[in-house]
């Protein structure tokens, strides 16, 4: 399994996409797009590509994880 070159939440971009959620999550491209389709995921789209706000990203992995704020 490849390490994550994100060490810190700071470190991520504004703007996820799926690549990096992989990276972040370790799952595949699939993995990623199915998850970004998903109805509570925090995903929006621009044109035909889709994007996930960092801070929304963060929350959501808090609120799946317990540990809602």
Partial sequence: ???????????????????NLTEVLGISIASAYELMHEKDFPSFRVGSRMF??????IAWVDEKSGEKK
């Fill in 1 to 19: 399994m490849q390490d994550c070159k994100y060490k810190t939440y700071e470190e991520l971009p504004l703007m996820l996409n799926a690549k």
């Fill in 52 to 57: 996930i706000n960092r801070d929304k990203f």
